[in-house]
Nanobody, 122 residues
Framework: QVQLVESGGGLVQAGGSLRLTCIAS????????MGWFRQAPGKEREFLAH????????YYADSVRGRFTISRDNAKNTVYLQMNSLKPEDTAVYYC???????????????WGQGTQVTVSS
């Protein structure tokens, strides 16, 4: 099992940027894909971004493509989500996921972090 801890959320004005960090422990970090999801109040959890084991391949939801960038540092057991040009509709709790299985969940050996709140003011 993989344990995940997110950080980096907070309050930011529209148009601003934040970088989320997720540190993993447990299984060898470079042996599974990673992803980011979010969940806004009253809405279903939404897939945002996926990165392959080595970090060489990424893909994004249409809602964040061109604004958000996922990356990973396998030497530091860490995955990042750089978020630029933030909008009020990006307000949500953001979760990192090990072994993501979009659109909603994780695979049989996957796990979730505890989440970090991102609030974008207009």
């Amino acid at each position: 099992q993989v344990q995940l801890v997110e950080s980096g959320g907070g309050l930011v004005q529209a148009g601003g940027s934040l970088r989320l960090t997720c540190i993993a422990s447990g299984r060898t970090f470079g042996t599974y894909a990673m992803g980011w999801f979010r969940q806004a109040p009253g809405k279903e959890r939404e897939f945002l971004a996926h990165i392959s084991l080595s970090g060489s391949n990424t893909y994004y939801a249409d809602s964040v493509r061109g604004r958000f960038t996922i990356s990973r540092d396998n030497a530091k057991n860490t995955v990042y989500l750089q978020m630029n040009s933030l909008k009020p509709e990006d307000t949500a709790v953001y979760y990192c996921a090990a072994d993501p299985d979009p659109p909603r969940g994780v695979g049989p050996l996957g796990s979730w972090g505890q989440g970090t709140q991102v609030t974008v003011s207009s």
